[in-house]
């Protein structure tokens, strides 16, 4: 068996899927082109609230190849959904602009855009409220956050530390609403047959869409098969059912055809969640050697009127920095938008920019240089809950970066650079992301060719899951890598957690890893090859994944940025960036590197391109498409590295893994913020860090 190890996990090994993917053989939801299929165009509300007076689809219906309307008047009835953003057509109910209020099928996508378009609805308005203030009126405390996080917590006396600390900062930050637009927009393929449903859906966990479509259609989930073999990013929009694979199932049972739904992106934004907008105030109070006195930070953030889902950005101060007092905080507000949801790193990636660039204003206070500020202030145990870190290395991580990034030669004084009309500054900021793992099972199989199967109803939503599942079992096994083939995306194998909060190789690794041991095992017995139907062993975490640890797990990183600020036009460009991070172990080489710089670019877009605007008469966001919502190009960076610190954590899961797929959004933003400040010496406290903002600033 240890002729695996070391050879296969933590090699740069391929994805395994590559070739088809850039050849086009990889299907994706909306490509299944089976018998008889048909397509679905939605139809969204175009008030900001009301309810639907009546239907007209006389004139839909007479478009050629036209074949049904749905509405709440004629939809399959559902039962009442956990989530409320997946009980469409049900009523008439309007409460958001961007609520599917009909769907027309027909033979053909353009046939079927073109009756929706004919669709004429009349509704009766009411008035809304769609704009988030810090003093709003309707602002509450939630008791948890996203997670299940305690809406707020309060160690010591945070406002008398704060009043009596030699050094201050007491500052705002704004981050706007954000979009998650995954390269392939949400879509599903639904088909009938003999009381079985099959469902093609681009899906973070194809198990809990199979679990919400059997509670919505009164079905044994043994007669449902989700399939998600393919999904082109997701970003925490797919991370459960949404409602394109609702509508595809209505659909096809009312029509007796098999329904492809692909929702417009624009109407992404108003139906699948996005980040909703957070105000921050952020009060650090210090003494003069700069260790933290008192820590508090408020949040607040808005969600829809149908279901509450609050933001959780205070909560990654409960795990940064030593302070003896704190208060992190959350407020949320019930407006008429649509309900937000999970986008990469929530919490998380709106939570530090705050924090990170408040720490960055703290230092100029103290005139302490940022990354000594941050050593400084390293805590012994997490702050918030008093636990043991099963390991962390932010410190190392932010020594190997200042090295890497030549930070030691820093002249610390803004606007002390400069190349012609260029303003040339760097930055720092620091990452942490939770070690997240959940319950999963998978099986393993040897067969007489002397080769591998490995199956868990894992979702590759592109991170390269299927190759590092392999990698993992090929390890456990001790055989060659391209002996061992994986089975992923299908609802039908062992059922396995969704992909999502960095937790999906912990998830899926633990069980594959302990399924093969105990093949291995009982291989070890066996004399021969194994028989005709192979040998097999099986694995399940529940009880072991989600039972409560002692220690608190959790990813670490810094990330570092050079930026140019063109005095003339007020465009910031990013010249380098570089993240340092420690995440336990590392699968696979090749795979890790791109999830980082992933992350990180994801990250600059946040600071200097990504925005959306809540028009507040309409109700409605203005930059719904990729022309108005303008995410990075190569171009924009033309430097990014990644790297990492060996970490070895045997707190975790068997393969010593932390999640990667979000730390490198989060700090990468306020890096980038905290580099303009040093090459302008203006703090800007809102983003995205747009050149009118920025030369407006410059111009005062």
């Given amino acids: 068996m240890a002729a695996g190890i070391g050879t296969a996990l933590g090699a740069p090994a391929e994805r395994r899927e590559g070739r088809l993917k850039v050849t086009g053989g990889a299907r994706y939801a909306a490509e299944h082109p089976l018998p008889g299929r048909v397509h679905a165009w939605p139809v969204p509300a175009s008030v900001a609230r009301g309810r639907v007076r009546a239907v007209d689809t006389s004139a839909a219906l007479k478009v050629p190849g036209a074949l049904a309307v749905l509405t709440h008047e004629n939809a399959p009835r559902i039962a ?124 973070q966990g194809g198990t809990d869409v199979r679990s919400a479509l059997a509670a919505l259609f009164g079905m044994d989930e043994g007669r449902i098969t989700v399939v998600t073999e393919h999904v082109g990013g997701g970003f925490g929009s797919k991370g459960t059912a949404r409602p394109d694979v609702v509508l595809a199932v209505m659909a096809a ?136 870190f099963s390991s962390r290395h932010l410190v190392d991580c932010l020594r190997e970066g200042a090295r890497r990034f030549g930070w030691e030669g820093r002249d610390p004084r803004p606007r002390s650079r400069a190349e012609g009309p260029l303003l040339v500054g760097t930055g720092v900021a620091s990452a942490t992301y939770p070690a997240y793992v959940q ?152 795979t890790a590197r791109s999830q980082f710089i992933g992350g990180m670019t994801m990250g600059l877009g946040m600071a200097l391109t990504e925005g959306s605007t809540m028009d507040p008469v309409f109700g409605d966001f203005v930059e719904s498409d990729l022309a108005s919502y303008h995410v990075p190009a190569h171009a924009d960076v033309p430097r990014i590295e990644a790297h990492w610190i060996e970490e070895t954590d045997a707190h975790l899961n068997p393969m010593g893994s932390k999640g990667i797929g979000e730390i490198g959004i989060v700090g990468s933003a306020a890096a980038v913020g905290n580099a303009v400040h040093h090459a302008t010496g203006v703090r800007f406290r809102e983003l995205p860090l747009t050149p009118d903002k920025v030369l407006g600033a410059l111009a005062g």
């Fill in 439 to 590: 319950p999963s099972t998978a099986r393993a199989r040897a067969l007489p060719d002397g080769t591998f199967v490995v199956e868990v109803n894992a979702t590759d939503i592109g991170t390269g899951a299927r190759t590092v599942l392999a990698q993992v079992a090929a390890d456990a096994l001790g055989v060659p890598l391209e002996r061992v083939h994986t089975e992923v995306g299908n609802s039908d194998l062992p059922a396995a957690s969704l992909a999502g909060g960095s937790s999906g190789t912990a998830s899926w690794g633990w069980p594959v890893h302990e399924a093969c041991v105990r093949l291995a095992a009982r291989l070890a017995e066996h004399a021969g090859p194994p028989p005709g139907a192979g040998l097999s062993a099986r694995a399940d975490t529940a009880g072991q994944a989600d039972a409560e640890s002692s220690y608190a797990r959790h990813a670490f990183g810094a990330h570092f940025a050079e930026v140019t600020v063109d005095t003339v036009t007020g465009e910031v460009r990013v010249r380098r960036m570089l993240g340092v991070f420690a995440a336990g172990r590392i699968l696979n080489s090749r």
């Fill in 80 to 203: 009442e959904p956990d989530d409320p953003i997946l009980g469409v057509l049900q009523s008439p109910e309007v409460p958001h602009r961007g609520w599917f209020v009909a769907l027309a099928v027909a033979e053909s996508l353009e046939a079927a855009r073109a009756a929706a378009a004919a669709v004429e609805v009349e509704y009766a308005t009411e008035s809304h409220d769609v704009t988030l203030t810090a003093d709003h009126p309707g602002a509450y405390e939630p008791d948890t956050a996203n997670g299940g996080f305690p809406g707020r917590r309060e160690h010591g006396h945070p406002e008398s530390a704060f009043a009596s600390a030699p050094v201050r900062v007491d500052v705002s930050y704004r981050v706007p609403p954000l979009h998650n637009h995954p390269m392939e927009p949400h879509a599903s393929t639904a088909h009938w047959e003999g009381g079985r449903l099959t469902v093609y859906t681009s899906s």
């Fill in 253 to 388: 049972r009312a029509t007796g055809r098999p329904v492809t739904v692909a929702l417009p992106r624009r109407c992404l934004p108003a139906v699948v969640g996005h980040r909703a907008p957070t105000l921050h105030r952020v009060r650090l109070g210090a003494g003069a050697d700069g260790r933290l006195t008192s820590l508090t930070h408020v949040v607040t953030t808005c969600t829809s009127r149908i279901k509450e889902f609050v933001e959780q950005a205070a909560v990654p101060a409960r795990v940064m920095y030593a302070a003896p007092n704190s208060l992190t905080t959350h407020r949320v507000v019930r407006l008429d938008v649509p309900s937000p949801s999970w986008m990469r790193a929530p919490g998380e990636a709106p939570g530090m920019y705050a924090l990170e660039s408040a720490l960055d204003e703290l230092a100029a206070e103290l005139g302490m240089d940022p990354v000594e500020l941050r050593v400084r202030n390293e805590p012994e145990r997490e702050p918030d809950s008093g636990k043991p």
